[in-house]
């Protein structure tokens, strides 16, 4: 069990891909522009993840080492294809917002990374499960932060959901500030580099707390 | 065969399977799925044109009824589409796909769509990289602007006043986007000029 926890923890948190790791940054400061993009291109990279993670595991037993790199990118490739043909298919005017991007997973390191480090050395189980939750953790900073562009640089939250769940998702639109006249620089690359720097200087004062109050809860158990 | 080139040869052996494999299902996917998302382009397309003239005013394919044309008044050096919308086989208005070369930071795309008798049915921007909360006012669902065309012709207003109001015309220019505007304007115009000259040849 604590091995699963482990693979929780280390991808929602202690080695999140985007604010630990700091992989796979170029969609995640492209696309996070609004909450409806990041959670598409969160959930796309987190399926590429699973199914990337999963056929590595599977294979890594015949797989030479030599040509172990090759054969990873085959599959990354054509999981990342396959969802870019299933979301043409299904999601289509998603797909057209950003169409780049999803050809883009392919080069999106944090993949490859877990199918070297973690996929081909572990049962496809805790593959999967891996790919999850480095998925996950991917999808929540990508939503945090576009949840943050969104509500600074548009005054809204959870505009156009109908891309993605469709037709009757419009309710979910929030509009927080009335008359807004929206705030530029949040929309614009600077905005995602400032706002992922921002939530990276949280996690840190966040686990700096974290660490200081285990260190000054010891001497207290000591005496 | 010594043992490299035996490895060498299960490796290329191995890595050929896998791409073949790899290659089968992305195909597979492919022809499970081009069906449907040939239908998303053609309805995409047909979304679009249909915010620009109302689905009562024709009946025929506008996927289908279309043709290619090359024209310094639309765009340089490149094919533009022309959508041609008819009623029972008469012409009705035609959907003119046209780039402005000159906005703030580079081409805008246009739809200009033109009612038979020379009067603009609306115009749409599709394709744009101006400045967003600025320029970008542009397009139909960030401001009402771009209705402003709807209504007017080659005489209505006179050639000199097709321009925007800084300019000594008749158009307002968006706020802090006159660039924008003027080549959005520009754009326009000369797409009902194109149309004056061919209007004929082109529903042919």
């Given at each position: ?38 959670l ?6 987190l ?54 991007y ?40 990508l ?46 690359p ?7 720097g ?26 | ?32 799925t ?21 689905p ?28 041609r ?14 780039i ?5 930071s ?17 115009v749409?921007v ?37 321009r ?41």
């Amino acid at each position: 069990m604590s091995l699963y926890k482990n693979i929780i923890n280390e991808g929602l948190w202690k080695n999140n891909p985007a604010t630990v790791q700091l992989l796979g940054l170029c969609p995640l400061l492209a696309v996070s522009s609004k909450v409806v993009n990041a959670l598409g291109l969160g959930l796309a990279t987190l399926l590429v993840l699973v199914v990337s993670n999963a056929t590595v595991s599977l294979i890594r037993n015949f797989v030479r080492n030599e040509i172990r790199i090759p054969v990873f990118v085959v599959v990354i490739a054509v999981a990342v294809t396959i969802i870019q043909i299933l979301m043409q298919a299904f999601f289509y005017d998603l797909y057209l917002l950003m169409s780049l991007y999803v050809a883009l997973i392919t080069t999106n390191c944090v993949i490859i990374a877990r199918a070297e480090a973690f996929a081909s050395k572990n049962n496809v189980l805790d593959s999967v499960l891996d790919g999850f939750f480095m998925g996950l953790g991917f999808t929540v900073v990508l939503v945090i932060l576009g949840a943050f562009r969104e509500l600074i640089g548009f005054g809204t939250l959870f505009q156009q959901m109908d891309l993605l769940f469709g037709e009757g998702a419009q309710w979910l639109q929030i509009t927080v500030f009335e008359n807004y006249d929206g705030f530029l620089l949040t929309i614009l690359p600077p905005g995602a580099f400032i706002g992922l720097g921002l939530l990276i200087a949280l996690k840190n004062v966040i686990d700096n707390h974290l660490k200081q109050t285990v260190n000054n809860d010891l001497p207290q158990t000591a005496t | 065969m010594t043992s490299i080139s035996k490895n060498m040869f299960i490796n290329a052996v191995f890595l050929g399977i896998f791409t073949i494999a790899g290659t089968a299902i992305v195909a597979f996917t492919h022809d499970k799925t081009q069906q449907r998302i040939a239908d998303n382009k053609r309805n995409h397309t047909l979304r679009k044109l249909h915010d620009l003239i109302s689905p009562s005013i024709h009946d025929n394919d506008l996927n289908t009824d279309v043709i290619k044309v090359n024209d310094p008044l639309l765009a340089r050096d490149a094919e533009m589409t022309v959508y041609r919308a008819r009623k029972n086989n008469k012409p009705v208005a035609a959907i003119i796909e046209c780039i402005a070369p000159d906005g703030y930071s580079g081409n805008i795309r246009l739809l200009v769509a033109v009612n038979y008798n020379g009067s603009l049915a609306g115009v749409r921007v599709t394709e744009h990289l101006e400045t967003p909360g600025l320029g970008d006012a542009i397009e139909a669902n960030k401001s009402d602007w771009i209705h402003i065309f709807k209504g007017k012709s080659l005489n209505k207003p006179g050639s000199e006043h097709w321009r925007v109001r800084r300019d000594g015309g008749e158009f307002d220019q968006i706020t802090s986007a006159t660039i924008t505007s003027r080549a959005v304007v520009k754009a326009t115009h000369n797409v009902l000029k194109y149309f004056k000259a061919n209007r004929e040849s082109l529903f042919n």
